[in-house]
């Protein structure tokens, strides 16, 4: 789902909160990519409280398992920062969202820290690989995303921007969007586009093929 969702996104991509688009069609409205995000986000995240789940059971890890069953919920509550965000048009809810992933992801490295210091084998490249990205993920969301929503908020405080309603906001995104090509218009969006187009993608369908961890006990067993 999360693959199908980031594909249909990258073939209609939209800036959500300025509603600009790059074809001029209902399917590129806010309204619809927002729901496909949405939808798609929250499988991507089920993927890993599956995966955090098995590979904490396998470790014994307390913390691991009562992780794996919070990050769906917490990152259900990134997405409603998100819809407040698109219908208010308030970048205060980006921020809020994007710091809820970023902590959620260095919680979910600590997580696998353990499991990556007694795995064994693919096992043990499969979690070290893992735990780059998330620290990959966490450097770019705190230096580089997360400054970039709250730099708009301020200015946008600054100026004294009105916001919408929430009901102003539902009736917005169904009806309006921009349609354009300008570098100027799209060139801070291309940064986080092109990694979550990209890598995140093939993150998916690596957890799908991730190596079966062998439980701590079974391991001692045969050794």
Do not use: K
């Not at 499988?43 to 396998?58: D, H, I, K, P, S």
């Not at 990209?198 to 799908?208: C, F």
Request: charged share 15%; glycine share 4%; aromatic share 12%.
């Amino acid at each position: 789902m999360y693959v199908l969702g980031c594909g249909f996104r990258s073939l209609l991509p939209r800036a959500d909160v300025q509603r600009i688009v790059l074809y001029d069609s209902f399917l590129s409205s806010v309204l619809v990519g927002r729901t496909v995000a949405t939808i798609a986000e929250l499988c991507f995240v089920a993927q890993w409280a599956l995966l955090l789940n098995e590979l904490a059971r396998t470790r014994d890890s307390t913390f691991g398992v009562r992780l794996s069953y919070a990050i769906v919920p917490v990152i259900a509550v990134a997405e409603v920062c998100s819809w407040y965000a698109v219908l208010s048009t308030n970048y205060l809810g980006n921020a809020l969202e994007q710091s809820i992933w970023t902590l959620t992801a260095f919680l979910v490295m600590l997580a696998l820290l353990p499991g990556l210091l007694r795995a064994r084998g693919t096992q043990r490249l499969f979690l070290a690989a893992v735990v780059v990205l998330c620290m990959g993920f966490v450097a770019f969301m705190t230096t580089v995303d997360v400054p970039m929503y709250m730099a708009r908020w301020v200015e946008d405080e600054q100026q004294g921007r009105s916001y919408l309603s929430l009901a102003e906001g539902l009736a917005d995104v169904t009806q309006r969007w921009t349609v354009t090509h300008s570098w100027l218009a799209w060139r801070e969006e291309i940064a986080w586009m092109s990694l979550y187009f990209s890598i995140a993608v093939w993150m998916s369908i690596a957890v799908a093929h991730a190596p079966q961890p062998v439980p701590l006990r079974t391991r001692q067993r045969l050794a």
